[in-house]
């Protein structure tokens, strides 16, 4: 189904909602916008997501080794990193219901060009020579800078406390461990830092589902490399993280490697590819892969007055800050380019069967385990086959409602077998297994199950 179906966003939070993947924040209090909370199977999936991610960058990988930095850190670094400075939105103001909207989304939207570059006062021009709007048809008031960054405070009076901030992203705990991690893990160069960890954000989201939201996690990897490398670095991962899509079953012809024009680069970046998605709400960054060359390092040693510099261990009078590679991946985003790229639709028997084609290697269950009736001597063997397959495989057993329509729950769910045991079973001890995506059914032995599901889930 394409993206370009307006509904399709509609039918994949209802089912997200309905078989427990994504469910509204504080939804019993009437929620909190831009919030979610993940169901059992969503917080399955997100798992999945990880754990592959993570053994694909940093177990399987002798140039890689990993770190969970803390989400509060010390207020310098931030002000090392810029964010305290740079890292505002211009947020204008319906005059009438009071609403917050960027003012460089509605600009760009309204006239069709990038607001890269343009100051407040330019911004502030274009909404008055153009006429430009709230949605809900009311003037607007001048564009002001918002910073996007939660602050808190630590202390047990909060008049007392010391300002801090929620993480806005996971990179910088990297980079203040860089030298301690180096010296640990006697890392040479080039080398990667990984981490996947919850960010903060308070920015004006379009609420496009879970898409932008005011927490999100991040997979992020900081590759150090010598300059003279970088391009070759930067190719490499390119090429790893659309091998990646494909491995994780993202539709890759709605996936697209844009690079970013220089004048519209972040101040640390040298060049960035963006991997933008065809969403059902429009093409948008899925991930980013970004040449940060060696400023994060640089401006860390120049506030902290800490040495971040490399030795060359084949010659020790070569001393140099690493230049950096940054592979970012969102979670949050993943996993809906992933749901979008797995929903489809087709019609069986005159009726409509929604189907998750998810791949096996993150699908929340591989495999249910279907009693034919609520039978003590169809139990007795369904339950003995799922303590078989819990040990190996994302088991699910389910005994109620009819065969039919635990069927199609589990194709909306997206797994990828189903093994029903019914009468004949205790007779010829033999199952019937049922393939999600061809619906093809096949009668094996229960001795054979094992191997079965070994070489179709390898």
């Keep these: 189904m394409s993206t370009t179906d307006p509904k399709l966003m509609d039918k994949i939070i209802s089912l997200a909602k309905q078989r427990g993947f994504v469910f509204p924040g504080s939804e019993i209090y009437g929620g909190l916008a831009n919030t979610w909370d993940y169901g ?25 080794v990993g770190l969970d930095g803390a989400i509060l850190m010390n207020p310098k670094v931030w002000e090392a990193s810029g964010h305290v400075t ?12 009071h609403k917050r909207y960027r003012a460089d989304h509605l600009l760009e939207k309204a006239l069709d060009t990038t607001m890269a570059g343009k100051s407040l006062e330019d911004m502030a021009k274009l909404i008055v020579d153009n006429n430009i709007l709230s949605p809900d048809g009311n003037e607007l008031t001048p564009p002001k800078q918002f910073n996007l960054m939660f602050s808190t405070k630590i202390g047990p009076v909060s008049d007392s406390g010391t300002d801090v901030y929620m993480r806005p992203e996971t990179a910088q705990a990297i980079f203040v461990n860089f030298r301690n991690v180096l010296q640990s893990s006697r890392q040479r160069l080039p080398f990667g830092i990984a981490q996947i960890g919850k960010a903060f954000r308070n920015e004006i989201t379009p609420g496009n589902f879970i898409f932008r939201t005011l927490e999100f996690e991040q997979m992020e990897i900081e590759y150090f490399v010598e300059e003279g ?13 659309q091998e990646w899509a494909v491995k994780i079953g993202i539709d890759t012809e709605k996936l697209h490697a844009d690079d970013i024009p220089e004048n519209d680069l972040a101040h640390y970046s040298k060049r960035t590819i963006d991997f933008d998605f065809e969403f059902p709400f429009g093409k948008d960054e899925l991930w980013g892969l970004a040449y940060r060359t060696n400023y994060d390092l640089s401006q860390h ?6 040495k971040l510099v490399y030795t060359d261990p ?7 800050i690493p230049h950096v590679i940054e592979p970012s991946m969102g979670v949050d985003r993943t996993m809906l380019a992933v749901l979008v790229s797995a929903y489809d639709e087709e019609t069986v028997n005159d009726n409509t069967r929604v189907v998750m084609r998810l791949p096996h290697i993150i699908a929340p269950y591989q495999v249910a385990i279907l009693p034919l ?5 169809l139990q007795d063997v369904a339950k003995k086959l799922y303590t078989i397959l819990g040990g190996k495989y994302r088991t699910e057993y389910d005994e109620t409602q009819s065969i039919g329509k635990r069927y199609r729950r589990q194709d909306e769910i997206g797994t990828p077998y189903c093994i029903t045991i019914d009468f ?7 199952v019937t297994i049922r393939e999600r995506d061809s619906m093809k059914q ?14 179709t889930l390898q």
Excluded: C
Aim: glycine share 2%; aromatic share 10%.
């Design 301 to 306: 040693q120049e506030h902290s007055g800490e």
């Design 442 to 455: 096949e009668r094996i032995a229960i001795d054979d199950v094992v191997n079965y599901l070994e070489k």
């Design 373 to 377: 009736q609520k039978k003590l001597e």
């Design 86 to 97: 740079t890292f505002h939105d211009p947020l204008v103001e319906d005059v009438v219901t």
């Design 229 to 241: 490398e970088w391009e070759t670095k930067f190719e490499e991962w390119q090429k790893w993280m």
């Design 314 to 320: 084949q010659d020790p009078k070569n001393k140099f």
């Design 40 to 64: 059992p199977l969503g917080a399955q999936l997100r798992m999945n997501i990880k754990k592959l991610w993570w053994q694909d960058v940093v177990e399987r990988r002798p140039d890689m």
């Design 424 to 430: 004949e079973s205790l007779k010829d001890n033999a």
